[in-house]
């Protein structure tokens, strides 16, 4: 069965809601998607018949931290991870990398070098800079090409050398949409003997995550931008997390995962979180070849929703180059499609960023505008001073129609 958009939308209740009897657009997807309806269930079924803390001889107690477990295991499926013990919760992914990034730098002494990207989130460089000035490390700077949006891998060369003690690289960027080869990046780092640190969080909600097919040693996301609510997890390397020093207080667990999950967590969080995993599992199997496993069907949706948006963002670009003065920043040829998100960045000639969101927020229609918090790629780009770029992301339940409508408008 091909993907039913009109079946996946009616799983998402905010998308029915109305302003002044004007339907709303979501394109403001990398920022935050809207949650499925299973997502609302899980929590709203958390609430009312399991919320407790955790490790009480009671009933609520037991069911809570049988939730706990399962969400663990569900997001090893998602990411493609074969131990539940190796994913960490937390509050969202910048806390979460601050948090090991202080295990990590407890490693590591002066005359030791790390790389970041300017093609990253800050929430993968500031932390990393924080950890290096805390014990003197060296801080190299991956660039990439303001022509192609991509990293060329003799840059990467040339900053990698035997001091290496660690890479962090972003997957998808939240500005251009580039996807990068963390494969490549990662042998290259290992062969160095330095640790690779992937930001998933604009890739994952797109495409199929598989922690082992890229060998890296860590790799965060977070649910709000698959679907489900504000959490963040992290998944690492079992000999390596048990390998560092967890920031905890003493009576919490010594044995991962909780030794690294610090205080009491949103458990509602969680089950919200598995809601979103079985969200992707209902795609898949009421429109996918499913399967017998939940990685299986998890993989069988994302077949089928990277199809579907890369049709979409397709659309979205053509119609885009087509409006005189636009420029899209990020990668546009057909061929290069499979190697972005549908998270388009552009400029229009004569028009502030903010005025484009705020002619297409009285459409009705939500984008983001500025940079996102992509301080460097905005930068590197050279729009800083000019209000940065109109950010429109696509997700699972956008339409053709909404993108036209979207066109239209700012064509008008
Ligand atoms: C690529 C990327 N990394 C990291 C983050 C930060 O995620 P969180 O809000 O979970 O800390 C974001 C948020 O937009 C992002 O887009």
Not at 296 to 325: H, M, N, W
Not at 368 to 397: K, T
């Amino acid at each position: 069965m091909p993907y039913d958009i009109l079946s996946v939308r009616s799983e998402f209740p905010s998308l029915s809601v109305t302003d002044s009897g004007k339907r709303r657009v979501y394109f403001d997807n990398p920022g935050g998607t809207q949650v499925a309806k299973r997502v609302i269930t899980r929590m709203t079924d958390y609430f009312t018949t399991m919320n407790t803390n955790g490790g009480g001889a009671f009933i609520t107690s037991r069911l809570s931290d049988a939730l706990v477990d399962e969400t663990h295991a569900a997001l090893a499926d998602l990411v493609g991870a074969t131990d539940p013990d190796e994913i960490i919760f937390g509050q969202n992914m910048t806390t979460l990398t601050l948090h090991v990034s202080r295990s990590i730098g407890n490693t590591l002494s002066k005359g030791d070098e790390i790389v970041v990207t300017r093609m990253d989130h800050d929430a993968n460089i500031s932390p990393w800079l924080l950890m290096a000035q805390d014990h003197g490390l060296t801080v190299r700077w991956l660039d990439f090409s303001p022509d192609t949006y991509r990293y060329d891998m003799e840059s990467l060369a040339s900053v990698l050398n035997s001091k290496t003690k660690l890479i962090a690289v972003n997957y998808a960027s939240n500005a251009t949409g580039t996807v990068n080869d963390i494969k490549t990046i990662t042998r290259m780092a290992h062969e160095v003997g330095a640790l690779v640190f992937v930001d998933s969080v604009q890739f994952t909600p797109h495409f199929t995550t598989d922690v082992v097919d890229l060998d890296c040693d860590f790799l965060a996301c977070s649910a709000y931008k698959f679907y489900g609510p504000h959490q963040g997890m992290l998944w690492g390397r079992r000999h390596l997390l048990e390998g560092l020093k967890p920031y905890k207080v003493r009576p919490a667990s010594n044995a991962l995962p909780h030794s690294y999950e610090t205080g009491t967590q949103s458990h509602e969080g969680m089950a919200g979180t598995l809601g979103a995993i079985e969200h992707l599992e209902w795609i898949g199997t009421s429109m996918g070849s499913g399967g017998l496993s939940r990685r299986a069907r998890i993989v069988s949706a994302f077949d089928l929703i990277a199809k579907y948006e890369q049709k979409l963002c397709t659309r979205l670009i053509g119609g885009l180059q087509s409006i005189p003065g636009v420029v899209v920043h990020g990668l546009t040829a057909a061929e290069d499609m499979k190697d972005r998100v549908p998270t388009v960045a552009l400029t229009k000639k004569g028009h502030h960023p903010r005025q484009l969101a705020e002619l297409l927020g009285g459409a009705n229609i939500f984008v983001w505008d500025g940079h996102y918090y992509a301080i460097e790629v905005v930068n590197r780009l050279g729009l800083m001073d000019s209000g940065g770029m109109l950010r429109i992301g696509l997700g699972q339940y956008n339409t053709e129609e909404e993108v036209d409508a979207l066109l239209n408008c700012l064509d008008s």
